[in-house]
């Protein structure tokens, strides 16, 4: 059997990254996207990795892009997402 896997999803929104909590409903977030921009501004709450709680405003002018990849997981494997400052940390 090989090594076990799972999808890790990363949203970039205007330069800046968020790893997706594993129980967030990518569709949902999507759908969330696609009606703010359609309006002067609204914001789009989601959790990113670490149950950090989200909260992004969304414009016409966002530039938004979801990249989900395929990612071996084991018990002993750390968990990183990027901190406010940009860098990554393991959590």
């Known amino acids: 059997m090989g ?3 799972q999808d890790q999803t990363e949203i970039l929104i205007d330069g800046l990254s968020f790893v997706l909590a594993a129980s967030v409903d990518l569709d949902a ?3 969330e996207v696609e009606r ?3 309006t002067p501004g609204q914001f789009v709450r989601f959790t ?3 149950n950090r709680r989200v909260r992004v405003l969304i414009t016409p002018t966002s530039r938004v892009t ?3 990849e395929d990612v071996a ?3 002993s494997d750390p968990v990183m997402s990027r901190n406010d400052e940009g860098d990554w940390d393991f959590l």
């Open 3 to 5: 090594p076990r896997t």
């Open 29 to 31: 977030v999507q759908r």
């Open 36 to 38: 703010a921009i359609e």
């Open 48 to 50: 990113a990795a670490g």
């Open 66 to 68: 979801f990249v989900t």
């Open 73 to 75: 997981v084991s018990s």
